[in-house]
């Protein structure tokens, strides 16, 4: 017998745990939210198909650095999310390790530390009193002294006024991650099926259940949409807008060379870039070597569509701020550079759970740059209300991301199908 639908009251959702078939989930977008999302969903025992229009890890996944990062979130919704997420991607390799087979490839999972640093009298101030406020939110955040710094990263210019360094913050290789977690949902019995592209919704009884590709049908109790930036454009051909737009970024790449920059290493300003809603051009300095020996230089941010140019001006401003905080780059040789498009909201949060206007429809996406540190604990808050695992009562974090939010809600006017 399958469960007639999916609800968050405890009683239908002891009802769905229990029913010997299992309920059917399909997640759009193999990106790492996918991969994680995926992944819980069939160790918890649904039966979950992922499909992707391309390839997997092929979108925004490919393209970041593979941050986890406390250091650039002020204290509220989207830290406590980080912090979550920083505690499961702390097990999650020994998870992994028992899910796959021996000599499976690691994730890469550095812990690296970030290096915040002003280099201004106004960016010190700035800087020190937004790591005020992050200590009180339980962020380890140590205000250093220039010897301090130089110890750190000895190339780091001796012109910085102050710095702070976050010994939380991680790294990860993205594609690698992502491709260890859809093996993981694999071997739990999930599906993944690359080339399928949605193009609309299956209805029953005022509810989605399921998708259409093409000439195929794919039937769902629930669809989970984790497309990244494109999340938008597939929430309309489902019947529903969903303010999830595309900002645009861009990393220059250098030659290889021995290694000199040991941590992530930013300017006081890229907070203030990450959380600037306007369209134009933002550049801040974020510096760091690769384990290949080159040093990826970003980043940039900027609403233009699905603009994918690489341009001169915005290589040439990424330069620049590079060299404040590390003037030796100046004798490096620029390799290559790379883009890539961000999942904007005009909120700055990320939509995780149920989308009232449509039963059956779940969102897991709109991460901004912080998709791949994020995916783990959004995985996490999707799976327990979609199968009300965390108990009868909705998680009070759970509830700052619902895509019904205040903050949120004037965006989704008049979109009811």
């Not at 069939?42 to 490919?62: I, K, M, N, W, Y």
């Not at 919704?201 to 930036?229: E, I, N, W, Y």
């Not at 220059?252 to 809603?277: N, Q």
Request: with cysteine; charged share 20%.
């Amino acid at each position: 017998m399958r469960a007639s639908g999916v609800s968050r009251s405890r009683e239908t959702c002891d009802i769905v745990l229990r029913v010997s078939t299992a309920l059917r989930v399909v997640v759009v977008g193999a990106g790492i939210v996918g991969a994680a999302v995926a992944r819980v969903l069939a160790r918890a025992g649904c039966e979950v198909t992922v499909v992707d229009r391309g390839a997997t890890a092929g979108g925004t996944s490919a393209g970041g650095e593979g941050n986890l990062l406390v250091s650039d979130k002020e204290p509220g919704p989207e830290l406590r999310l980080a912090q979550r997420s920083l505690a499961a991607w702390a097990r999650i390799g020994d998870e992994l390790r028992d899910e796959l087979p021996a000599g499976f490839p690691g994730l890469e999972l550095e812990r690296k530390g970030g290096l915040v640093v002003a280099t201004t009298g106004a960016g010190a101030r700035n800087l020190l009193a937004f790591a005020d406020t992050q200590r009180a939110a339980g962020v380890r955040a140590e205000t250093v002294d220039g010897g301090r710094a130089q110890e750190l990263e000895p190339d780091l210019t001796p012109h910085h006024t102050t710095a702070v360094y976050y010994p939380e913050d991680l790294q990860v290789q993205p594609v690698a991650a992502t491709e260890a977690l859809l093996a993981a949902a694999r071997r739990h019995g999930a599906r993944v099926r690359q080339g399928v592209e949605v193009t609309g919704p299956v209805l029953s009884s005022g509810r989605l259940a399921g998708v259409r590709a093409g000439s195929t049908t794919l039937p769902a109790d629930a669809v989970v949409l984790a497309a990244g930036p494109w999340s938008g454009l597939v929430a309309e051909r489902l019947g529903v807008v969903l303010p999830v737009r595309p900002r645009r970024g861009t990393v220059l790449v250098t030659s290889r060379m021995p290694a000199r920059i040991r941590h992530k290493v930013y300017d006081a300003d890229y907070v203030g870039a990450v959380g600037s809603g306007s369209a134009d051009l933002q550049v801040s300095s974020v510096v760091e070597s690769t384990a290949a020996g080159t040093v990826l230089i970003g980043s940039s941010r900027e609403r233009r569509g699905f603009d994918e140019r690489i341009e001169a001006r915005v290589l040439a401003a990424l330069a620049a701020k590079a060299l404040l905080l590390f003037p030796f780059l100046a004798d490096v040789q620029a390799m290559r550079a790379y883009g890539g498009f961000r999942p904007f909201v005009p909120d700055h949060l990320p939509v995780i759970g149920a989308d009232p206007r449509l039963p059956g429809l779940w969102h897991a996406t709109g991460h901004e740059g912080a998709g791949i540190g994020l995916s783990l604990a959004t995985a996490d808050l999707l799976r327990d209300q979609l199968l009300g695992t965390a108990g009868g009562d909705l998680d009070p974090l759970a509830a700052e991301f619902r895509p019904d939010r205040p903050t949120l809600l004037p965006h989704l006017e008049g979109s009811t199908p």
